[in-house]
């Protein structure tokens, strides 16, 4: 069982920076692959980025790729996402998740993660 919860959502202008955190409980982060979704108001929640468990693995949705950037600390039991050079179109509550796959191209599949926080709302404005 992993819980996980995030922080540091808020309201940015386009072009700015904000970094989200995601703090997971239990002794087994490191068996978890950890992602980055999306969802914004009347779409389907979406991919942002992924890294494997030993954190020398990342993987990026296109939209965001050169903008984020997803780290892990293991000994923390932490995940973030730089989020950098924002744009409107990034508003969307971000939820942090856990994935037991191996497989890499699982890692964008959101019924691929077991575990999912409450989400953090992320808000750009033009």
């Known amino acids: 069982q992993v819980q996980l919860v995030e922080s540091g959502g808020g309201l940015v202008q386009a072009g700015g920076s904000l970094r989200l955190s995601c703090a997971a409980s239990?002794?087994?982060?490191?068996?978890?692959?950890m992602g980055w979704f999306r969802q914004a108001p009347g779409k389907e929640r979406e991919f942002v980025a992924a890294v494997n468990r030993g954190g020398s693995l990342t993987y990026y949705a296109g939209s965001v790729k050169g903008r984020f950037t997803i780290s892990r600390d293991n000994a923390k039991n932490t995940v973030n996402l730089q989020m950098n050079s924002l744009k409107p179109e990034d508003t969307a509550v971000y939820y942090c998740?856990?994935?037991?796959?191996?497989?890499?191209?699982?890692?964008?599949?959101?019924?691929?993660?077991?575990?999912w926080g409450q989400g953090t709302q992320v808000t750009v404005s033009s």
């Open positions: 998740a856990a994935s037991s796959s191996t497989i890499a191209s699982d890692y964008s599949r959101s019924n691929k993660y077991s575990y």
């Open positions: 239990g002794r087994t982060f490191i068996t978890y692959a």
